[in-house]
């Protein structure tokens, strides 16, 4: 495993269109993420909610919405596996997520790359990328079951 960065990637057999959708669509990323936000992404902001898995519905989740390329490139930045409620996450470097949408033959190549782990503080480096490794895997799971299953 790479010490700065994580790397997935799914096909999935919809429309780029769709997955575009799925992913920019406040509602619709809350749904397979698993986050209920307030309002619709917007770059240069920050999107806020609250986590919906069973267990951590006390957990705040936030991202500073970077990049929107229709249909191509979608990229925020947040603090990752930012568990601590008792932490103040806002004075490290946050990690950046980007995910690339490339049309195939059969639908949507997405690929989802989170780096800037060498930037988060030492002693909580390799559990987040741990556990960000992990989540990510899950995520590119839960796209596509979204996406296929409408």
Sequence with gaps: MNSDRIEKK???R???SRVWEALTDHRQFGEWFRVKLESPFKIGETARGNITYPGYEHY???AVVKSMDKEKYFSFTWHPY???LNVDYSKEEPTLVEF???????GTLLRVVESGFDKVPAHRRAEALRMNDGGWTQQMVNINEYVTKK
Excluded: G, R
């Design 10 to 12: 799914v096909d999935i």
């Design 14 to 16: 919809a429309p780029v």
């Design 60 to 62: 705040k989740w936030e």
């Design 82 to 84: 930012a568990v601590d």
């Design 100 to 106: 690339f949408l490339e049309k195939t033959e059969t």
